[in-house]
């Protein structure tokens, strides 16, 4: 038994190793999706790719636009269960096309922004997004509470015949998809590198001998400034 043992932890060892070895192979980039402020680790294989190249992806969702904003190390990925591969960097045709799904998103916003003041509904249209396939496109909406837009839903179907998504979002998201500019005079970091929200407190502020004036410790979003936790971790 004991035998047995040693001979399954060498063989898991080596699996382990043998992972580990195949990740350092990979050409790794961090993509975020334009959308959202989420971001995935894929494989670029041996395309060269720099940090802001826009690439597609494929997501459970479709065929996606995503802008490349980092390399991870092969640490940062040895607990990923599966990479998948980058499918290619945007060419001047999918430039081109991606022009036309813009134009396509803002009538779609225009149309569903009509049909929620048609049917007096208590929420906010932010932001819509089709996928770089035409399979899916989503409505990105705020709201106090739930809405209950199952009319608005049939509007849309009966108007765009594909795969519809009505997603409500936080205020905090909002803001990472409409961007804008922050206290400091910069870009707010939500929109422009941060992968993932974290839960900011007003400790953080009262630690850094911050006045606790709201207009001074909150962003763009009306909540605590995510910025306030980089103090923190140095």
């Known amino acids: 038994m004991v035998a047995m043992e040693n001979i399954n932890d060498i063989q ?7 992972d580990e070895n195949n990740i350092k192979s ?8 334009l959308a959202l402020p989420v971001s995935y680790i894929f494989d670029a294989g ?4 720099g940090w802001g190249d826009l690439v597609l992806v494929n ?17 940062e990925a040895s607990g990923l ?24 998103e803002e009538e779609c916003f225009q149309f569903c922004h009509q049909r929620i003041i048609a049917r007096n ?12 396939d035409g399979s899916k496109t989503t409505f990105y909406f705020v709201a106090e509470g739930r809405v209950d837009f199952r009319e608005l839903l049939k509007d849309l179907v009966e108007r765009y015949r594909t795969r519809i998504e009505l997603r409500q979002i936080g205020s905090r998201q909002e803001s990472a998809m409409l961007g804008g500019i922050g206290s400091c ?8 590198y941060l992968t993932s929200f974290q839960r900011i407190s ?5 630690n850094q001998n911050m006045t606790l004036n709201p207009s001074k410790i909150s962003g763009l979003c009306g909540k605590l400034k995510c910025c306030l936790a980089y103090e923190k971790e140095s």
Request: charged content about 30%; some cysteine.
């Open 81 to 104: 269960d599966e990479i998948k591969p980058v499918v290619r960097k945007l060419t001047r045709e999918d430039l081109d096309k991606l022009a036309s799904i813009r134009a396509k």
């Open 202 to 206: 007003v400790k953080m502020a009262k």
């Open 46 to 49: 041996e395309m060269g790719i």
């Open 12 to 18: 898991n060892a080596e699996s382990t190793q043998g």
């Open 59 to 75: 997501t459970e969702a479709g065929l996606s636009v995503a802008k490349v904003v980092g390399f991870p190390s092969p640490e």
């Open 185 to 192: 005079g910069r870009e707010v970091c939500c929109s422009v």
């Open 26 to 33: 990979k050409n790794l980039v961090c993509v975020r999706f």
């Open 121 to 132: 509904l208590p929420m906010k249209l932010t932001r819509v997004e089709q996928m770089f």
